[in-house]
């Protein structure tokens, strides 16, 4: 039924809705005039828009308003009970036509943030995002729960491409997903006038920052939307954005009278854990041995010879790892990211190439084999990890080498003075969250700004607390080594003196015959490698990178030498680590029946998957699976009060899950 109606006031009363009657005052805030004209489209009271200048090419915020309720649509479309943390607020926020500025953790939810208003709204939400993969993803997800959304990208063929041209024109699409440099080709903005924007979402919005790791030109194109449709709501989100990012955004996106939406930064999910790096290798291999094959990963380490290496070694021992990074052929990088992003139980070994904007929701660890470049980049790599919300693992092995290497290269940097001393500074947080004898994630928080009021009890320093010792005698025989061999040695040969090792090389040197020779028998040698790092750390000695990595006093250490000063150190913690710790809370809840009802499932899902050719987390998340282990359900109304199952997921997938649960029950 479409009735014509007389004025703003009268839809207001037509439709009785609270929502609308606050839409339609704020209209006439807005828009001022709203024409004397307007029809009603019911009886789904879903369309309500405003025919003649209002809803013009401009496609102003008057080309839709809707009484849909977005908590009826986060039930229905996504099957979700609640919004989380701040979602609601923004999501009322963006249907009353304010523009925002999202910033929320990975795994915080973000996308629903705009998918909710898109479905509330009538007409279009045009995405940016900065990568195809993420883009495919979201809109293959969309596709599960029945909403019709598309992406332009350049990995279409002309067909494709077409194809969403059409459902565009057509006004089929709820969501279009495009690249930045779509926005500003000829004539597609026409296009999407055309459509009846009712949202601009702005994804990765850290990406418009200039000075910022991800800066990618095109997104500063972006603020063309702000100026050409003023009446659209836009909201950026992002993950990692500190003041001054934030304040780009703002600038550059012209959000300024919009809000802004902080959600902390802690993933307390995440079990951060820092290992001194001995054997990379066997460390890597018995981190690892505490884990499900079925789980994927991430390993991180600084070269690509290091990568291939490391996957290779890991291959020999039976895990399904690929390399990934920028020396590649493209098509073999595609062809691994998405073996990653389907199969289940994938390592990826990578450089820091790999990972922007890869949304997949179960990768369990994320593994530094070498120090990251700062807090921020290692926030970001490891906030990979259980975007889910479910257990998972941040672990990083780190020695006096990575230390040597970034402090190199900043010595031989020929930045400019001011960025040095930034990076410099970027370097000495990050030694202090590494060294740190207390909780680290307090340390990572800190660094943004939060406060975490208790220990998390979810790290390794929380878990498996360090023993301090009053280390005075031991950095005294440490700096003394130092200093007795001329300052030219590394750490290796400096423990060898201090054990009293007779070795060929040691009695050459005449070393054997230094105070300091075999004086610190009391210490192991991974002792003293701990202490030598802890030093370097503490700023009491430096590796001199202009020669070997050799060791080299530095002013503070007078005080050590002097005994004015006491120093505390850690010992080195034992070998037992945090192996297959976070495991046992993942499995919390899932009795042994419950368990393997989801190893069903999970079968369940590959095939579902892969007939369909998407990933596995597209068809259902973990979280979703463990719930329908735990419940068991046995009809589909049951079924249907669980998380993660909306009504298209429950037609789509109902009888199957019903089925593979009646199967084990028999
Ligand atoms: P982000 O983009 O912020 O990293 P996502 O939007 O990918 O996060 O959401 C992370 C996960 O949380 C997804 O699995 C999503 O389905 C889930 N999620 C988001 N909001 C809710 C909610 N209100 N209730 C339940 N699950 C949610
Ligand atoms: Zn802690």
Redo the contacts with the bound molecule.
């Keep these: 039924m479409v009735r014509k109606l007389g004025s703003i006031r009268e839809i207001a009363v037509v439709s009785m809705a609270s929502r609308v009657r606050k839409l339609a005052n704020g209209l006439l805030r807005f828009g001022g005039r709203a024409g004397n004209e307007a029809i009603a489209c019911w009886p789904d009271k879903r369309r309500v828009c405003y025919p003649g200048r209002m809803i013009g090419p401009a496609g102003n915020r008057a080309a839709a308003l809707s009484p849909r309720d977005p908590l009826a649509v ?1 039930r229905e479309v ?1 099957g ?5 943390g701040a ?1 609601a607020e923004i999501v009322e926020h963006l249907l009353t036509r304010g523009d925002a500025l999202v910033l ?9 943030c705009y998918q909710v208003p898109a479905l509330c709204l009538d007409g279009l939400t045009m995405v940016v995002s900065p990568l195809i993969a993420l883009m495919q993803d979201q809109v293959a997800a969309l596709a599960q729960l029945g909403v019709p959304a598309a992406a332009l990208h350049s990995g279409l063929d002309r067909d494709a491409q077409r194809a969403v041209e059409r459902d565009l024109a057509t006004g089929r699409l709820r969501l279009l997903y495009v690249a930045p440099e779509r926005v500003t080709a000829p004539g597609f903005l026409d296009r999407v006038a055309a459509a009846a924007p009712v949202l601009f979402a702005i994804d990765e919005a850290h990406c418009v920052a200039q000075w910022g790791h991800d800066f990618r030109p095109d997104y500063l194109q972006l603020a063309v939307l702000r100026q050409r449709f003023p009446g659209v709501p836009l909201v950026a ?1 992002t ?1 990692t954005a500190d003041g001054p990012t934030r304040r780009e955004i703002v600038a550059r996106l012209g959000l300024g009278a919009g809000r802004v939406f902080v959600q902390g930064f802690d993933r307390p999910n995440i079990r951060y854990t820092v290992v001194e790096k001995l054997q990379p290798r066997q460390q890597l291999a018995r981190f690892l041995a505490g884990r499900p094959a079925t789980e994927s990963g991430i390993v991180y380490c600084m070269s690509r010879a290091r990568v291939e290496e490391t996957a290779d070694w890991l291959r020999r021992q039976g895990r399904d790892a690929l390399p990934y990074h920028a020396g590649l052929d493209r098509e073999v990088r595609s062809a691994n990211q998405e073996r990653f992003l389907r199969d289940e139980g994938v390592v990826m070994v990578a450089t820091i190439a790999f990972g922007m904007g890869i ?1 997949k ?1 179960d990768v369990r660890f994320v593994a530094h084999l070498d120090l990251p470049k700062s807090i921020e980049a290692y926030y970001q790599e490891t906030g990979r990890a259980g ?3 479910l257990p998972a693992e941040a672990w990083l092995a780190y020695g006096l080498e990575d230390v040597a290497r970034l402090r190199g290269l900043l010595a031989r940097s020929e930045a400019p003075d001011h960025q040095r001393r930034t990076e410099w500074q970027k370097l000495e947080a990050l030694l202090g969250f590494c060294e740190t004898a207390s909780c680290r994630r307090r340390v990572l928080l800190g660094h943004f700004g939060e406060e975490l009021a208790e220990p998390c009890g979810n790290c390794d320093a929380c878990l498996d607390p360090p023993a301090t010792f009053d280390g005075t005698e031991a950095a005294q025989q440490a700096l003394s080594a130092i200093y007795r061999t001329g300052q030219r040695f590394g750490v290796g040969h400096l423990v060898d003196v201090l054990l009293g090792v007779d070795s060929e090389r040691v009695r050459s040197l005449g070393h054997d015959r230094l105070g300091v020779f075999g004086v610190g028998r009391a210490h192991g040698r991974d002792a003293w490698r701990g202490f030598f790092r802890q030093l370097v750390a503490m700023g009491l000695a430096e590796v001199d990178t202009e020669g070997h990595g050799g060791l080299l006093l530095s002013d503070g250490c007078r005080d050590v030498l002097r005994g004015e000063r006491r120093v505390v150190l850690c010992r080195p913690r034992g070998r037992r680590a945090t192996k297959g710790a976070s495991r046992a809370v993942a499995d919390a809840g899932l009795d042994p029946q419950a368990e393997a009802r989801f190893e069903a499932l999970r079968a369940l899902r590959v095939e579902l998957a892969r007939a369909q050719g998407v990933p596995p987390y597209v068809v259902f ?1 973990d ?1 979703t699976l463990r719930a329908i282990a735990a419940a068991a359900p046995r009809k589909s109304a049951d079924l249907a009060r669980l ?2 199952i909306g009504a298209a997921k429950l037609a789509r997938y109902g009888a199957a899950v019903l089925a593979a649960l009646a199967e084990k029950a028999r």
């Design positions: 986060l996504f979700y009970p609640a919004f989380r979602q929320m953790p990975t795994g915080g939810g973000k996308s629903l989100l993950a949304d929701p975007r889910d919300g998340h979280t998380p993660g």
